[in-house]
């Protein structure tokens, strides 16, 4: 079992930029370094292919560009892609054997844009199928995915691959998508930097969407000026110095239910808005049952249609829960689904009315650390709690909006866990979140770790 116990600050993309332009490495070197890694880090389970050949053949055309300038803003910068977002040439099957062995013929917007802007493609990370689970590890993994910090526990999900490959250093950024937080779960499980932009604001095109309503592309990193120039090479608002916040009402979710650790976490950043002079309110704004179960009745209903659009696909082949999954959203009527998009309809304005462009949401990502693999529960202040009904009220709010939120490592708790925050405004306030999560983010909070 491959060991993490060194701590690896790892190089941002400016201290990449800075050695290209000081001779002191090419992307060549870099990606050979990617890629050992990614060998040694193997027992991990991120990877679902390595794009050994073609990362060296475009680290290869970069460096016949060195010296020349301006680099792109990604030049040389190596970046995961988690496997429903399709990457020309590379397997791209779901994470379902329905889909094994399909090869994507063109780029996703997304990596074409990682491209355009001079990323280096170095592999696949690994999904639950069709993204369906909040865990790293599902019925449809042989190789289920583990947590770096500790390979017994889960790295959440369902982005699980690509948190992973930025926590060892496999990648610089990664590629994920978020339903109901399966950027951010994983994110701050694993210890980087997650971000589920503004909905709409990155494209969606070659992606296997769960959702039309609630999906959402974005990216994972070990810094948080990495997280912004992905962000930004997406297609997202540009992050400028106009998006530094001037003090505004920060609302705090309540730490109920929270595990200790991650309520004093929480606690620590809501002071540290109070000393800046922001106004702190403390106020739940988690959705109730009803719209709970009306998100799931949309999701169950639009994840069965987009899968009855893909040709050649066997529902024989999936997994149960996903057939599970499937055989329920048939069953959601049409009447059902109007029912539940007007419950759903009605908390998403009621929230939108209570984010002014001059207030953010905090709260956390996860009520507890990481939780045992295959664990159906997870520990919060009250016991164990069935992991997704723990998780929603903290990560759906922003998912059913559409808000912008950044998953913000924000220390570990007292068996060296990580533990992560989350900050969320209001729609298209997308760099004002940003640059504002550096205002609670700790220096040495969430460094990944390596394998030796």
């Not at 109920?256 to 976490?265: K, V």
Request: hydrophobic share 40%.
């Amino acid at each position: 079992m491959v060991t993490v116990m060194d701590t690896w600050i790892g190089r941002s993309v400016a201290e990449l930029h800075a050695l290209y332009r000081g001779g002191e490495a090419t992307p060549s070197q870099i990606v050979e370094e990617c890629l050992r890694r990614i060998e040694a880090s193997g027992p991990l389970g991120a990877y679902t292919t390595v794009l050994a050949e073609t990362a060296r053949a475009e680290a290869e055309r970069l460096d016949r560009r060195m010296g020349e300038e301006p680099m792109g803003p990604l030049f040389g910068v190596p970046v995961a892609v988690k496997e429903l977002i399709d990457v020309a040439g590379a397997e791209v099957g779901y994470g379902s054997r329905a889909f094994a062995g399909r090869i994507a013929s063109a780029d996703a917007e997304a990596v074409r844009r990682l491209r355009a802007a001079g990323a280096i493609v170095v592999g696949v990370t690994r999904s639950p199928e069709f993204g369906w689970s909040l865990s790293g590890r599902d019925a449809a993994s042989l190789t289920p995915v583990a947590n770096p910090w500790d390979p017994a526990r889960d790295p959440g999900g369902s982005s699980s691959g690509s948190a992973v490959a930025v926590a060892t250093g496999t990648a610089c950024l990664a590629l994920g998508t978020d339903t109901a937080g399966s950027i951010r779960m994983p994110a701050a499980l694993c210890g980087v930097w997650g971000f589920k932009p503004t909905r709409g604001a990155v494209s969606d095109r070659g992606v296997r969407l769960l959702s039309r309503s609630f999906d959402h592309v974005g990216p994972l990193a070990g810094t948080l000026s990495d997280l912004r120039a992905a962000h930004e090479a997406l297609g997202g608002w540009p992050v400028s110095p106009q998006d530094a916040p001037d003090p505004g009402t920060v609302v705090v979710a309540p730490d109920d239910g929270l595990h200790p650790d991650h309520a004093e976490a929480l606690a620590a950043a809501a002071r540290r808005f109070a000393e800046l002079g922001w106004r702190v309110l403390t106020e739940d704004v988690a959705p109730p049952e009803d719209v709970v179960d009306g998100y799931m009745t949309m999701l169950l209903h639009e994840g069965a249609r987009l899968y009855a659009d893909d040709p050649g696909s066997s529902v024989e082949l999936c997994t149960e829960p996903v057939r599970d999954m499937l055989r329920l959203g048939d069953g959601v009527t049409d009447d059902l689904y109007r029912d539940a998009r007007r419950t759903v309809a009605r908390y998403r304005a009621g929230l939108l009315a209570r984010l002014d462009l001059g207030t953010l949401l905090l709260g956390a990502v996860c009520p507890g650390p990481p939780h045992p693999s295959r664990a159906a529960t997870v520990d919060t202040a009250d016991g164990p709690r069935p992991f997704a009904r723990a998780v929603v009220p903290w990560t759906l709010p922003q998912s059913i909006a559409g808000l912008p939120a950044v998953a913000v490592p924000a220390g570990r708790d007292r068996d060296g866990m990580p533990i992560g925050l989350q900050l969320s405004g209001a729609p298209g306030r997308d760099g004002t979140v940003l640059a504002a999560a550096a205002l609670i983010a700790e220096r040495d909070a969430g460094t990944p770790r390596r394998p030796a």
